[in-house]
């Protein structure tokens, strides 16, 4: 594999072929520099490309005083596929080219640093002209690097490889950042908030902050989703709340913490989805005031999924919801987590307390008899004294919503849930379709254990 560093011979473009020489110098790798002729001038004309030619070599001579092997290349023109062939861009390492410096046109306004980015060939590293990512590169300091990470979304596995790449190089302080709505956020982990807010205290009335169940249960999702960084460097996560376009919010930290490398993911959307859902990663690029890696889908590395060590069993205390409770205990294992969970069904103008914030709980008259009978569930065995329980009661519209909503909230790596070919007479029984609705909804493995 090889490092592609892309130059018009600018001094923007000589500062970040000295970047891209000190990192291929670094890995070892052999680094490709390509000369880009983006100039308007007759192309024709034999005396500018000799000019050109020249040039390049004498920045290849200079290079290779921090890389080992340098190979000059001219190319004539701007055009991204001119520019990388498809055997170059499946074998490039990293794609390194100034964030500045470059001429556009009246018809194309985006720099080269967006069309390669775009092109998503390999990561681009759009570098601007500060030490701190060159003295990095030279180990002589800790890079400061914020890396975007959205728990929900495949785009942050390609940001985290590229991540772990750069602590393999050096070290690295890492700001996890999450830009996420606190409306949204509260929907999805089932955080009910009232109508008469004014009974609330101020941290609870603002529609913008972040309640500490939220921010517990973001922060341990974003925590996983990291896993573990090998290198030196410390770890941040930093949740933003906000509205509106998230490149804005991540500028925002970038600029308030003084970061000085942003890594963002790519969707890689084209055409008429880029208009219309916008992009993050070419936000980020073309306003950032540091230097930029975006990284596409393909950079990412495969994620192992490890056994189940927790998981969630709706109860509605029939025999099919102790087959899964059993089913769970032997899953997880000693040192494992079992959540056992009763969601009462609201019926018609039961509506729960009107002025509770947070998850709406079983009703006052049922709670304390019902969370009693959840830890009569718990089998007696010494398997299950290995394993750690905890039990919830709460009431809800939609069951297969409430227990999707629990299962975010716990974190837990599986649900399972019984089903029974008969019908039981219970209060709240889970009826087939829930199992169903679970296994169409829910983010997490639902596991449906028949009763037998």
């Known amino acids: 594999m090889a490092i592609i560093c892309a130059t018009n011979l600018s001094a923007d473009a000589a500062h970040a072929a000295t970047v891209a020489a000190t990192l291929a110098g670094r890995l070892r790798e052999p680094l490709l520099l390509l000369g880009v002729d983006d100039e308007v001038p007759d192309a024709e004309a034999p005396d500018a490309l000799s000019a050109a030619e020249g040039g390049l070599a004498a920045e290849a001579a200079r290079l290779r005083a921090f890389a080992g092997m340098v190979e000059p290349r001219m190319q004539r023109g701007a055009s991204v596929e001119t520019l990388l062939g498809d055997e170059e861009c499946r074998s490039a390492r990293l794609v ?213 060590r927790s998981a969630l069993v709706p109860v509605d205390f029939t025999l099919a919801s102790g087959q899964a409770i059993a089913q769970a205990c032997s899953l997880v294992g000693p040192g494992g987590r079992v959540h056992l969970l009763h969601v009462h069904r609201l019926r018609g103008r039961e509506r729960g307390p009107r002025d509770f914030h947070g998850v709406l709980p079983e009703p006052g008259g049922e709670r304390d008899r019902v969370l009693k009978r959840l830890w009569a569930q718990v089998p007696g065995d010494t398997v299950a004294q290995a394993v750690h329980w905890s039990v919830e009661g709460v009431s809800g519209d939609d069951v297969a919503v409430a227990i999707c909503q629990a299962t975010e909230r716990e974190g837990v790596d599986l649900v399972c849930v019984g089903t029974s070919a008969r019908r039981e007479v219970a209060p709240d029984v889970l009826e087939e379709a829930v199992a169903r609705e679970l296994v169409l909804r829910c983010r997490r493995p639902v596991m449906v254990v028949p009763s037998v």
Do not use: N
């Open 96 to 308: 390194v080219v100034s964030a500045e410096g470059w001429r556009t046109s009246p018809w194309r306004k985006t720099s080269l640093a967006e069309r390669l980015a775009r092109h998503g060939c390999a990561p681009v590293l759009a570098v601007r002209r500060d030490t701190a990512l060159l003295d990095w590169a030279r180990g002589r300091r800790r890079l400061l690097v914020m890396v975007g990470v959205d728990p929900r979304s495949s785009t942050s596995d390609a940001a985290i490889t590229f991540l772990r790449e750069l602590r393999r190089v050096g070290g690295c302080d890492v700001l996890a950042a999450y830009v996420c709505s606190p409306l949204e956020e509260r929907e999805r982990l089932g955080i009910h908030t009232p109508v008469h807010v004014e009974r609330l205290d101020a941290r609870e009335r603002t529609m913008e902050g972040l309640e500490p169940l939220v921010e517990r249960v973001l922060h341990r999702e974003v925590r996983e989703r990291l896993g573990d960084l090998e290198g030196e460097g410390s770890v941040e996560v930093v949740l933003e709340p906000g509205y509106g376009r998230p490149a804005d919010h991540l500028l925002h930290v970038a600029h308030a913490r003084s970061v000085e490398l942003t890594v963002v993911g790519m969707h890689l959307r084209g055409g008429v989805q880029r208009l219309w859902h916008g992009s993050v990663s070419e936000g980020v690029l073309r306003r950032a005031e540091r230097s930029v890696a975006c990284i596409p889908p393909g950079a990412r590395e495969p994620r192992r999924l490890p056994p189940p």
